[in-house]
């Protein structure tokens, strides 16, 4: 069983809290890409949101430890849901924070 740490344990091992905007684009959309995002990020323990764009793309913000934070970059970039095709990911505004400004990872309308 892997243990996720809360916010109080990232802080005591060192890890920086860091908030990073992305978008991703490819077919990533109505092949559940968003819903799989979220089952990815609450699994690594992040925060923020993601949602379908006019554009085609899924964007949104993460945030939580950096390697953390870290891990759900490579899994945006590389992995995916199962039907999506990741062309490309942007990822940006990356910056540490001092507290989480988010209280779960939710996928928007």
Request: glycine content about 10%.
């Amino acid at each position: 069983m892997r243990v996720i740490p809360t916010v109080m344990d990232m802080s005591k091992s060192g890890h920086r809290l860091v908030t990073v905007n992305f978008e991703i684009f490819g077919k990533v959309q109505g092949v559940y890409f968003r819903k799989c995002t979220a089952k990815q990020a609450r699994t690594l323990g992040l925060k923020g949101y993601c949602m379908n764009t006019d554009r085609g793309t899924v964007q949104g913000t993460i945030q939580g430890a950096d390697n953390r934070v870290a891990e759900m970059k490579n899994w945006l970039k590389e992995v995916g849901s199962p039907a999506s095709r990741i062309d490309k990911a942007v990822f940006s505004s990356e910056q540490e924070i001092s507290k989480l400004q988010s209280g779960s990872f939710t996928i928007r309308q």
